[in-house]
């Protein structure tokens, strides 16, 4: 059985990493993974889609449409543009905080991420909300929210893996200095699962 992950976010947040940590789980286990990024203009800001696929015989990385079995999204806006890729009774993990995109910026018009998550509730059967704000300001780091989302995806059962397996992940494939804020993180770090 295949499990395919589509994590998404903006430039800056971890979503490449995130994803190396979900391969190198699986990988650890003795799974087929295959991975790919779409990077754009990620040093600017801009969208960062990462497809991860786990198990079976895999031909390809990039997660066909409608064939994601859950999308962990860095940020609101992110997980309402790449919903497309999510299958059918998938399960959505989604950072409460929204980013503002540069040119909402630079027009002065206003976006929160809350119409995009009311969007999300109407539209997704399973739906976990994290708060990685109050996680990034528990550790005093907002490099943790990767992290912080993995492990939501983990205890919500959307990862083909356990906590003991992205402990291990990230002492292994961390530097020393990250090692021990990330750990907190994913200990702290709890979902909201919406109705």
Do not use: W
């Not at 976010?9 to 979900?22: H, N, P, R, W």
């Not at 295959?34 to 991860?52: D, K």
């Not at 492990?151 to 291990?168: F, H, N, Q, R, Y």
């Amino acid at each position: 059985m295949t499990n395919s992950c589509l994590l998404c976010g903006v430039g800056g947040q971890g979503t490449v990493l995130a994803s190396k940590m979900i391969a190198f789980a699986a990988m650890e286990k003795g799974e087929n993974v295959r991975t790919a990024e779409t990077i754009g203009m990620a040093q600017r800001g801009g969208s960062v889609v990462s497809h991860v696929r786990v198990g079976g015989s895999i031909k390809s990385p990039i997660i066909p449409m409608h064939g994601a079995d859950v999308l962990i999204a860095f940020e609101p806006a992110e997980a309402v543009r790449c919903l497309d890729y999510l299958k059918e009774g998938g399960m959505v993990i989604v950072n409460k905080k929204a980013v503002k995109p540069v040119t909402s910026s630079l027009a002065g018009s206003e976006y929160d991420g809350k119409e995009m998550l009311s969007y999300l509730q109407r539209k997704v059967k399973k739906l976990v909300l994290v708060d990685g704000d109050a996680v990034c300001a528990k550790c005093g780091s907002a490099k943790v929210l990767n992290m912080a989302l993995l492990a939501a995806a983990v205890k919500a059962g959307a990862l083909p893996m356990d906590i003991k397996e992205l402990e291990s992940a990230i002492e292994k494939r961390l530097p020393e200095r990250f090692r021990e804020i990330n750990l907190k993180a994913i200990h702290m770090t709890e979902g909201e699962v919406m109705p």
